[in-house]
């Protein structure tokens, strides 16, 4: 599955929140994060 989620968005909070906190079932993450208007992207490896 791929796709983009926007920076501080609830899906994108909610992402962190979840991995973080199934850590030890969790072997890797790896999110795309987009911002309205900017071309760039920021990426969350965990």
């Not at 962190?16 to 760039?40: M, V």
Request: glycine share 8%; proline share 4%; charged share 15%.
């Amino acid at each position: 599955m791929g796709g983009y989620i926007y920076k501080f968005s609830p899906s994108h909070i909610e992402m962190r929140e979840f991995i973080e906190a199934n850590q030890s079932h969790i072997q890797s993450a790896y999110l795309r994060i987009a911002s309205p208007g900017l071309k760039t992207h920021g990426n969350f490896q965990k």
